[in-house]
């Protein structure tokens, strides 16, 4: 056992129930569903340009996800688990299951509810696995616990047919992992709920936290400046008596957003556009060291973020 992670040997989805898992070609095509016949011959062609794998390899996915074996397994869903103390609360969910990732959020319906603030999962566009979801059910699920769609992360397009390199074009957009992140208003309402205000205050911390990870500096400002502006928290005293350190992060970017727009002219809306207003005095040269150390603790979150 790992002080960071625990291995969980669990087939997971929508229901407590025995299912057949298919062993395919490419081992990390596996999946609880069988390969969609209207993506057969779907292709990806790796050549000088494409990212990822060796020049001129070609990805046809009829044969990258041809069953060699089946078996049988027993798949559970996401609040059993946690229920039955397999498994820990889920504050943030990230998924990759080869076409039933949207199955696996709906056997994590309590969670989502409760204590997940946070969704990244793989979805697509177009069937690569028969009968599974797309992305428009997804967001459909999710919007319904009160998530909203952020951003999609490692795009892979496909072309319709294994034609030779000369003869591909830019292919469909057909996979994608997309962020979510939970509404504030869904966490603490307006006006806030006096029955587990607590444990929606330590949510909207860690949503947060999580948002600044995924680069989204503005909407973890907008959190900390509501529950200030609700009088649900002090950020200042709770990193002075607290050891967390994504707390005194959180304190810190606050603080230094803070600097920053006092230093910063406004914004103002005149004649369709938005201005920089010229009535403030403009940044001292002795402020600047401010945002230079802002921007550098940014590049490092990024890094932190990459590694």
């Known amino acids: 056992p790992s002080k960071y992670f625990a291995l969980v040997n669990k087939c997971i989805g929508s229901t407590n129930s025995l299912g057949s898992f298919k062993v395919m070609r490419s081992l990390g095509a596996s999946s609880l569903l069988p390969s969609a016949p209207s993506a057969e011959k779907y292709t990806w062609v790796f050549y000088q340009g494409r990212p990822l794998v060796r020049n001129g390899e070609t990805l046809i996915w009829g044969e990258h996800t041809r069953v060699v074996k089946e078996v049988p397994v027993e798949i559970n869903t996401l609040d059993h688990l946690v229920e039955n103390g397999d498994i820990p609360q889920i504050d943030f969910l990230s998924t990759d299951a080869q076409g039933a990732d949207c199955d696996i959020l709906?056997?994590?319906?309590?969670?989502?509810?409760?204590?997940?603030?946070?969704?990244?999962?793989?979805?697509?566009?177009?069937?690569?696995?028969?009968?599974?979801?797309?992305?428009?059910?997804?967001?459909?699920?999710?919007?319904?616990?009160?998530?909203?769609?952020?951003?999609?992360?490692?795009?892979?397009?496909?072309?319709?047919?294994?034609?030779?390199?000369?003869?591909?074009?830019?292919?469909?957009?057909?996979?994608?992992?997309?962020?979510?992140?939970?509404?504030?208003?869904?966490?603490?309402?307006?006006?806030?709920?006096?029955?587990?205000?607590?444990?929606?205050?330590?949510?909207?911390?860690?949503?947060?936290?999580?948002?600044?990870?995924?680069?989204?500096?503005?909407?973890?400002?907008?959190?900390?400046?509501?529950?200030?502006?609700?009088?649900?928290?002090?950020?200042?005293?709770?990193?002075?008596?607290?050891?967390?350190?994504?707390?005194?992060l959180l304190r810190d970017l606050v603080r230094s957003a803070d600097e920053i727009e006092a230093d910063s002219p406004p914004l103002y809306y005149e004649l369709g556009r938005w201005n920089v207003g010229t009535d403030v005095p403009q940044k001292s040269s002795g402020n600047r060291w401010k945002i230079y150390l802002y921007l550098i603790e940014r590049l490092l979150l990024m890094a932190v973020r990459i590694i």
């Open 106 to 248: 709906l056997g994590a319906s309590k969670a989502l509810s409760s204590s997940t603030v946070g969704v990244i999962c793989e979805v697509e566009f177009a069937e690569l696995y028969e009968g599974q979801t797309l992305f428009c059910d997804t967001q459909d699920l999710l919007r319904k616990h009160g998530f909203r769609f952020c951003d999609f992360w490692g795009r892979q397009d496909f072309n319709t047919a294994p034609y030779p390199v000369e003869l591909q074009g830019k292919g469909f957009f057909v996979v994608a992992e997309a962020l979510f992140f939970k509404n504030v208003s869904a966490l603490i309402g307006d006006p806030p709920a006096q029955s587990g205000a607590n444990q929606s205050v330590v949510r909207c911390l860690k949503l947060a936290a999580i948002a600044v990870v995924f680069d989204q500096f503005d909407y973890a400002l907008g959190i900390l400046r509501t529950l200030q502006e609700k009088h649900l928290l002090s950020l200042d005293k709770l990193a002075s008596r607290t050891n967390t350190k994504y707390i005194k």
